[in-house]
């Protein structure tokens, strides 16, 4: 074998040595993009469970303020009607009293 002949063998090494490392560097690309993939899926099923418990947390807030709020309303017309009653009563106190006046 000559000179010429053992370096193309040597370039046919290294062809196969490059062509080897190309695959495990192309198998180290796709389990990485396959690991990205699966954390940012991850990621996504987190944050939509963050954000479910955040929409429960504000409708069960929403539904408290509600209730408040339902409860101050009714307060207030239970206030109000009580003061009507005592106007009236007043009211018909004092023409029970002009009555008395005419009698």
Do not use: H, P
């Not at 101050?72 to 029970?96: A, P, T, V």
């Amino acid at each position: 074998m000559n000179a010429y002949e053992a370096e193309i063998n040597i370039l046919k090494l290294d062809m196969v040595t490059l062509s080897t490392q190309l695959k495990n560097a192309k198998q180290k690309c796709s389990l990485l993009e396959e690991k990205f993939m699966t954390e940012a899926e991850a990621e996504v099923i987190n944050i939509k469970a963050r954000l479910d418990y955040v929409n429960t947390f504000n409708k069960v807030e929403m539904l408290k303020l509600k209730e408040m709020f339902q409860e101050r309303m009714l307060s207030e017309k239970i206030k109000q009607k009580k003061d009507l009653d005592e106007g009236c009563n007043r009211s018909i106190e004092s023409l029970g009293n002009l009555l008395k006046l005419f009698e």
